[in-house]
């Protein structure tokens, strides 16, 4: 798993001030139009009253004239649609600023976390999960523009409106104000109270959910392996443990933010029963007028909408901390691998092993232990061993997904550290000892490794590696979508498919990783042929197990247990 970072938080969402401060503009465009639609929904209010007040005089006082009651209501009820009006009006246009900032926003850190992805290296992708990582770029950030959005948006008009509220209450009626705002600070602690349980709540939920993404990751991968094996039942049975582990946790949730909002409701309650009592018994003393109730009733109404969403967006902001935390624990991680050349040249091919070792970060398995050989640029080299000798160490060292623990590794004379990676790994070909295709057309994957490749070179480097054929008796013949991982292919096909892809390229440096093991001893033939006849002259690394696949080799050396026990050249023999 990926290492805490143990930030608070409360401190999470403050990694987001720079987002905040990008999109300054239209966030203050946004707080404006908040100010704007909060000003002229409460603007309207006290005609209301002052109509209340008149209708009640014309009710009571026969020497008012009715005309009085009829130009009041024409001029306060043009007021208050006008009102009403310009208020939903500012409305929209907050959502089309804040909304729009937050979609911004989440387009931003969804680009920020997929290219951290892709700058990480083998070591940290081995601590965690496919499926936990995939929630992060999802579940989470969706989390955290929730946060950016309706979050900050409702937080915002909520303290806006009971500013402007509480102004205009204090100049309507002090006393009844005051009576009114008393259970403001009990909801404030309330609040303060109930939001640490959610976060912990939200935050093993979240998790939970990470779970039944990996879980359900695993199993369609492996899809083969259940069916083979039938064992849809068994994975059936533990998906169904998983979801109802991350329901059990959903609900549990729930009920906090339920009772979280019974309480509120509550409290709310209360301004009613308070503006009431208070204003009834000054009307009575005749200190206070209908009117004023009114406006109390229509104020309180006004505002019993926001602090009712306290409870929700309390919930949205505390999902969004935990979320934001997981996202930094991720974004906190850092690559050992760095490249720090950035000049363009040209890569010969020589290769040399410097006293080489190699310890796996995760296991603290030696793969390697002092290993030294050299390879001549256009050389072809045949490492061989037994499985966990350390042979695809050597591979993944060759192409710097991992770096030495020991030694150094140099390419032309020069450290591979202090190479340009990006230089580097254009002049790589690289078959991996999984051929993994990506879901997409045979056409693609072998043309992935270059930028617009013609149907003609796909089609070449498809005969090179002796898979030409097999494509051709396919219904739809390069345009064939092989399925996710290459399910729809044979080992071999997919082997060859892979050797073709790296091969397009026409690399300085070919390494073949165990990639032909699935092949009959023809094909292999026609394939190292082809290769040789097509692109002779580069430096080929082939890692096998098998001798016919280094018969041709211009050097074979043995490994055991990560030490170089023998190494053959052409008319000599070393043992160690």
Do not use: C
Not at 64 to 71: A, G, I, N
Not at 342 to 351: A, F, L, P, T, V
Request: glycine share 6%; charged share 20%; net charge positive.
């Amino acid at each position: 798993m990926l290492r805490a970072t143990h930030l608070p938080l409360l401190k999470a969402l403050k990694s987001l001030n720079p987002y905040f401060l990008k999109h300054r503009v239209l966030l203050a465009w946004g707080l404006l139009f908040i100010i704007l639609s909060n000003f002229f929904a409460i603007y309207q209010v006290q005609f209301i009253g002052q109509t209340v007040n008149v209708i009640q005089e014309v009710l009571t006082d026969k020497n008012v004239v009715k005309e009085v009651l009829f130009r009041t209501l024409l001029i306060n009820g043009g007021i208050i649609v006008g009102s009403s009006v310009l208020s939903g009006f500012f409305r929209f246009m907050m959502r089309q600023t804040i909304i729009v900032a937050s979609r911004r926003i989440e387009y931003e850190l969804k680009n920020r976390i997929y290219r951290h992805y892709q700058e990480l290296s083998l070591s940290i992708y081995k601590q965690t999960t496919i499926g936990d990582m995939l929630n992060r770029l999802s579940e989470d950030v969706v989390a955290i523009r929730m946060y950016l959005g309706p979050g900050v948006m409702y937080v915002v008009n909520t303290a806006v409106l009971i500013i402007i509220t509480a102004a205009y209450m204090l100049m309507t009626d002090v006393r009844m104000t005051l009576w009114t705002l008393v259970p403001l600070p009990l909801l404030s602690y309330v609040i303060y109270k109930v939001s640490s349980i959610i976060s912990g709540k939200s935050k093993t939920m979240q998790k939970s959910q990470s779970a039944v993404s990996t879980f359900v990751q695993d199993s369609f991968s492996g899809i083969r392996v259940v069916k083979f094996f039938n064992k849809e039942e068994y994975i059936e049975k533990n998906y169904k443990s998983k979801v109802t582990d991350y329901m059990m946790k959903a609900l549990d949730l729930a009920r906090t933010e339920a009772y979280f909002f019974t309480i509120i409701l509550f409290v709310i309650g209360l301004l009613n029963v308070a503006i009431l009592y208070i204003g009834g018994e000054q009307y009575i003393r005749g200190v206070t007028s209908v009117g004023t109730i009114a406006d109390f009733f229509m104020y309180t109404n006004i505002i019993i909408w926001p602090i009712s969403m306290v409870g929700w967006v309390t919930s949205v902001n505390q999902r969004a901390e935990a979320s934001m935390q997981r996202v930094n624990e991720f974004l906190d991680q850092k690559s050992e691998i760095v490249n720090i050349n950035h000049d363009i040249y040209n890569i010969r091919g020589d290769i040399e092993f410097r006293n080489v070792s190699y310890v796996y970060p995760n296991t603290g398995i030696r793969a390697l232990n002092n290993v030294s050989f050299k390879v001549n640029a256009g050389e072809t080299i045949a490492i061989m061993g037994k499985t966990g000798s350390g042979k695809s160490t050597i591979a993944l060292l060759l192409a710097r997904l991992i770096d030495p623990t020991e030694g150094q590794i140099l390419v032309d004379g020069k450290d591979l550290k202090k190479h340009n990676l990006i230089v580097y790994r254009d002049h790589l070909g690289f078959t991996p000892q999984e051929s993994y295709l990506f879901s997409d057309t045979i056409a693609q994957n072998i043309g992935f490794a270059v930028d617009k490749p013609s149907e003609k070179e796909i089609e070449h480097f498809a005969k090179v590696a002796d898979v030409h054929k097999n494509i051709m008796g396919f219904r739809d013949k390069y345009q064939t979508v092989v399925g996710e991982r290459g399910v729809t292919l044979s080992g071999g096909q997919k082997q060859r498919i892979s050797i073709a892809r790296a091969l397009i390229g026409k690399p300085k440096i070919l390494i073949f990783d165990d990639s032909l093991s699935a092949l009959d001893t023809e094909t292999e033939d026609n394939i190292l042929n082809n290769i040789e006849k097509e692109i002779g002259n580069n430096t080929s690394i082939i890692i096998t197990h098998r001798e016919s696949s280094a018969r041709n080799a211009d050097k074979i050396i043995r490994l055991d247990n990560g030490r170089i026990m023998e190494v053959i050249e052409k008319g000599a023999r070393r043992s160690y």
